[in-house]
């Protein structure tokens, strides 16, 4: 039986009390001073999850450090503590090893240093997370208006590897698509391979304001200047989603804009009778996309194209949402909706 292990970390210290409820009577700052010196540890094994091809088992190793301190300690702290969870994972069987919240971000930026030191496949499962926010933007946006081809909608960044897959993807759905980003020349190659593949003419603006303005669906595929954006400009009953690592625009536009819908990470429905054995605070049946990844690519055997090292590609997100259909995967709902 193929085995997978999926490395996670705590949001903060109070995490902690849901797997060590005694950690309740320490300050926060003995623990954070002490999880500095913690190795990685198993903290649950994933059993019964099976599809109508194959089953497979997997464990939950979670990495001590909290997000705060990911931000913050020296980047080798960081990388010892990733790379030591990858080793006790490596020693547990698996064929294949998933990363998720910052330390996702750390494996991607570092992925270098991540790579030499491992002989398995990595997954930070950027391909999937990329499929179900499109059906998840997809889905609101006939929820609100009944029709995609006739929606507006507007890519910011769309020349990162992350917002060409999604241009290439949508162009033929809809009427009104409109990219963004950084240089134009960039923008230019874009709508000219849009045209050659699908004989479609798209929109190029540098005009941010004007995109918020006028457009039902905003996708944000790479970082930008905080700056640039006014959040009242954006358009009352839009959909605002996000692809990127950084969290702060999207959480202070669904502070301060009940009216906009914003989009981050799907939930994902396991195949039934899966169990996950650890309190991730979701119902048992639910896994956010990244862990949902590293399931699929186990159940399937198939590794290659979607790890750690390699581009992402129009092929591979349609090959993981394929993949995810066939061993029994599903879109449970949105994480946020007005």
Request: proline share 5%; with cysteine; glycine share 6%.
């Given at each position: 039986?193929?085995?997978?292990?999926?490395?996670?970390?705590?949001?903060?210290?109070?995490?902690?009390?849901?797997?060590?409820?005694?950690?309740?009577?320490?300050?926060?700052?003995?623990?954070?001073?002490?999880?500095?010196?913690?190795?990685?540890?198993?903290?649950?094994?994933?059993?019964?999850?099976?599809?109508?091809?194959?089953?497979?088992?997997?464990?939950?190793?979670?990495?001590?450090?909290?997000?705060?301190?990911?931000?913050?300690?020296?980047?080798?702290?960081?990388?010892?503590?990733?790379?030591?969870?990858?080793?006790?994972?490596?020693?547990?069987?698996?064929?294949?090893?998933?990363?998720?919240?910052?330390?996702?971000?750390?494996?991607?930026?570092?992925?270098?240093?991540?790579?030499?030191?491992?002989?398995?496949?990595?997954?930070?499962?950027?391909?999937?997370?990329?499929?179900?926010?499109?059906?998840?933007?997809?889905?609101?946006?006939?929820?609100?208006?009944?029709?995609?081809?006739?929606?507006?909608?507007?890519?910011?960044?769309a020349t990162s590897s992350k917002g060409t897959v999604i241009t290439r993807i949508l162009a033929p759905k809809c009427k009104y698509l409109t990219i963004a980003s950084e240089t134009n020349e960039d923008l230019t190659k874009l709508t000219r391979r849009i045209m050659y593949e699908h004989g479609i003419a798209i929109k190029i603006s540098r005009d941010i304001k004007d995109i918020l303005k006028n457009n039902d669906i905003v996708i944000l595929a790479t970082n930008l200047d905080k700056k640039i954006i006014n959040l009242e400009d954006i358009k009352t009953g839009s959909v605002f989603s996000e692809l990127v690592k950084d969290k702060d625009l999207v959480r202070e536009i669904k502070a301060k804009r009940k009216d906009v819908l914003t989009i981050e990470e799907g939930l994902i429905k396991v195949p039934e009778n899966t169990e996950i054995n650890f309190n991730f605070s979701l119902p048992k049946e639910l896994v956010y996309a990244s862990m949902a990844e590293t399931m699929i690519l186990a159940l399937e055997g198939k590794y290659d194209e979607f790890i750690l090292g390699n581009n992402l590609t129009l092929e591979s997100i349609l090959e993981i949402n394929r993949l995810s259909r066939k061993h029994g995967f599903q879109l449970q709902q949105l994480l946020d909706i007005i």
């Open positions: 039986m193929r085995r997978f292990a999926f490395i996670m970390h705590p949001l903060e210290t109070e995490d902690y009390f849901r797997k060590f409820p005694l950690l309740k009577r320490v300050p926060n700052k003995i623990i954070e001073k002490t999880i500095r010196f913690a190795p990685p540890m198993k903290v649950s094994e994933i059993t019964n999850l099976r599809s109508k091809y194959e089953a497979v088992e997997g464990f939950i190793i979670a990495c001590p450090l909290t997000t705060k301190q990911i931000l913050n300690l020296p980047k080798q702290i960081i990388l010892k503590k990733l790379n030591e969870a990858i080793s006790l994972s490596i020693k547990l069987g698996v064929e294949v090893i998933g990363i998720g919240g910052e330390l996702s971000v750390i494996a991607e930026k570092f992925q270098d240093e991540i790579l030499k030191d491992s002989s398995i496949p990595i997954t930070i499962g950027d391909n999937y997370k990329i499929a179900i926010i499109i059906e998840e933007t997809l889905k609101a946006i006939e929820g609100k208006k009944g029709d995609i081809q006739n929606a507006h909608i507007a890519i910011l960044g």
